[in-house]
Every structure is written in C-alpha cells, then in structure tokens.
C-alpha cells in the first residue's frame, strides 16, 4: 500500500514570491508521482507527473517537481506565484502497474495575496 | 475536443434511497475511474474500469458499484443511502492506465439527508 503526506495543510504567499509544497510519500514498491490542482467548483487537473528518469520534473504554469528517492520526496515549486495561482494542490501516487489507482495527499490550500 | 462530463451536477437524497451517477470520458479513452471527496477524508478512490472491465477497487463497502459500457460511459452506483454518504464523487477519464494524465469532470456533488 501506499501513503501520501503533505505536510502544510495551508501556505499564504504574496505575489511574485517563490513558493514550496512539500509531499512526502512511503511504498514498498516503484511508484510513479504526481502533482494535481483543483479550483474552486472544479475537478482536478495535472500539473506534472514523475514516471522515471530524470528526478526535475517541470510542468504547466511554471511549476516543477523534483523526485527525491532517498528522502521519500516529491517537492513542487514555483519560482514566482501570481494571483491565479491560488488554488487547492494534491499530491498523488500509484504504484507502477497499478492503474489508476491515485492514493491522495490532504492537500495543500495556497493562498496568494497582494 | 469535449471534456470529463458528470451528470447531474446536484443530487439530494435521503437516507436509505439509492443514486446512480453518470460519466462520459473524453472521446477515445478507455479508461474511468471513479474517486470521492470528503472535507474528513479527502480523496480516495472507488474503482476503476477499463475496457468494461473493473480493473481496479478501493477499500468501499458493496453499496458502491459501477459498470462501464461499451462506448465507455460509466455509472456507478450507491445502494442503501447513509449520511456519510455525502460527498463530491469525481469522474477521471484517460486512454490508457497507470502513468497517463488523468482528465477530470466537475464531479457530481451528492447531498444524503
């Protein structure tokens, strides 16, 4: 089985700083990582995936991940936030040859303010 | 290209009743899977088809069922309503399983009284 924590359950910024959300994650096998965001009344949408390979992984929006497998980390970043940023963030695991069987983090609410 | 569709949006019902709740994947993918999301437990997921095979199940009791047909429309099922019971129920489609992107619907937002 797999565990997704995420460590911060809100992180306040202002805009046009950098920002980290911090995802921990425990399995006993390979797993393939994920990050997703969800707006307000919405469904969820991806904004990068590690598979294998390289550990920096960038996404949509200007975010970028790094795969830290000796720390159990998958830490996602943002070098300078804007107001639409502001979102709910979900980190996420499957195990390789799992499907889609998405074991969740709690979230992550960023909140961007002027 | 149209997206994740979940219908109904809203549903209420009331303890002991039954809902079905409908998803329609973006066009060519063969996979659906079905999560809820609750302020108390987050997001986890219900079960997965691919193909109209169940590929897939989450820790839920056997009130919760789907199906998947052969277009690939999904419904999955609550028999026997409880108060916990409410939550969003999100719909994700993808073209093949395990390492692709997952597309999402709106979600159905279910209300149990």
């Known amino acids: 089985a797999q565990s997704v924590t995420q460590l911060d359950s809100q992180v306040p910024v202002f805009e046009e700083a950098p920002v980290e959300l911090r995802c921990n994650y425990s399995?006993?096998?390979?797993?393939?990582l994920f990050w997703y965001v969800q707006y307000p009344n919405q469904g969820l949408q991806l904004l990068l995936k590690?598979?294998?390979?390289?550990?920096l992984v960038k996404g949509i929006n200007g975010f970028e991940a790094e795969f830290n497998k000796s720390q159990t980390s998958f830490h996602l970043r943002k070098p300078s936030v804007h107001i639409s940023d502001t979102a709910e963030y979900f980190c996420?695991?499957?195990?390789?040859?799992?499907?889609?069987?998405?074991?969740f983090g709690t979230g992550t609410q960023l909140k961007v303010e002027l | 290209k149209a997206g994740v569709t979940q219908t109904p949006r809203y549903l209420i019902k009331t303890r002991g009743q039954q809902v079905t709740l409908s998803c329609s994947p973006i066009?060519?993918?063969?996979?659906v899977s079905w999560y809820q999301q609750t302020p108390g437990q987050g997001l986890q997921f219900l079960f997965e088809?691919?193909?109209?095979?169940?590929?897939n199940k989450g820790n839920f009791p056997g009130r919760f069922s789907g199906r998947q047909f052969s277009n690939s429309r999904s419904e999955m099922n609550v028999s026997t309503l409880e108060l916990g019971d409410s939550a969003l129920y999100l719909c994700?489609?993808?073209?093949?399983?395990?390492?692709?992107?997952?597309?999402f619907g709106s979600g159905t937002q279910l209300s149990v009284l």
């Open positions: 088809y691919f193909s109209e095979t169940q590929r």
């Open positions: 996420a695991v499957s195990a390789t040859g799992g499907g889609n069987k998405l074991t």
């Open positions: 590690y598979l294998s390979g390289s550990t």
């Open positions: 399995s006993s096998v390979s797993v393939y």
């Open positions: 994700a489609s993808s073209f093949e399983t395990g390492f692709e992107k997952l597309f």
């Open positions: 066009s060519g993918h063969r996979s």
